[in-house]
């Protein structure tokens, strides 16, 4: 059964700080995803890496940058936080051939910036 | 235009009704098309995929209007349980890894 695993639930940071969000996923998938959830507005894509050290742009890449030094782990940092960056953060994988198809998901992180 | 757009909800239906969201999308080059479902505080899983003409599994159907570039999703006999909120998928098969997700229709089946 695949599984992927996101650091924290719920996270409250300040404005300015520097913030790490961990995912891990254990099928030995070779694409992570790094999306942003909010009312309205559905999932919008932050970066993609389809490899170790690979990383890609998604529709929403400012304020954010990713890490991918191990193929089971996919980090997003935002270098400082701002208010507008408070939402829900989903991480999700899928095989490199399927790319265009099921991705599982992580339980998600809500972000809290104040 | 957005790349992907569903039926507004919030869909309030009595258990038992039968329900349908629709979900139209602008790429025309689409090949494959996906829901998902996701309940209140939990992440996306998926309910069905939609390759050609359409998917039954259970009480749920899903179709394809290639000429008008709509998906639908029907749940036939509501359960209590069906209350979430589902997401019309679109991969872009750009040779790339670009998939749309919708805003979601939210369902709430009551008793």
């Known amino acids: 059964d695949v599984k992927v695993t996101q650091s924290s639930r719920y996270l409250v940071k300040r404005t300015g700080e520097k913030v790490f969000l961990e995912c891990v996923q254990d099928?030995?998938?070779?694409?992570m995803f790094w999306y942003r959830q909010d009312p309205g507005l559905g999932l919008r894509l932050i970066y993609f890496?389809?490899?170790?050290?690979?990383?890609e742009k998604g529709d929403i890449p400012e304020g954010y940058s990713v890490s991918r030094e191990k193929k089971e782990r996919f980090s997003l940092i935002l270098e400082s936080a701002s208010t507008n960056q408070t939402s829900m953060y989903l991480c999700?994988?899928?095989?490199?051939?399927?790319?265009?198809?099921?991705?599982?998901f992580g339980p998600g992180t809500r972000l809290t910036v104040t | 235009r957005k790349e992907v757009e569903q039926d507004p909800g919030p869909f309030n239906v009595p258990e038992g009704a039968t329900v349908a969201f629709n979900c139209t999308y602008s790429?025309?080059?689409?090949?494959?098309f996906f829901w998902y479902r996701q309940d209140c505080r939990k992440e996306p899983k998926l309910l069905m995929s939609?390759?050609?003409s359409g998917n039954e599994d259970g009480r749920f159907t899903a179709q394809l209007n290639r000429a008008s570039q709509y998906i639908s999703l029907l749940i036939r006999d509501s359960k209590l349980s069906d209350s979430a909120t589902y997401l019309c998928?679109?991969?872009?098969?750009?040779?790339?890894?670009?998939?749309?997700f919708g805003a979601g229709t939210r369902l709430f089946v009551k008793a």
């Open positions: 999700a994988s899928n095989r490199r051939d399927r790319a265009t198809y099921e991705q599982y």
């Open positions: 099928m030995d998938h070779e694409n």
């Open positions: 890496s389809y490899d170790v050290k690979m990383k």
């Open positions: 790429n025309s080059a689409s090949q494959s």
């Open positions: 939609v390759y050609s």
């Open positions: 998928v679109v991969p872009q098969n750009t040779g790339g890894f670009k998939t749309i």
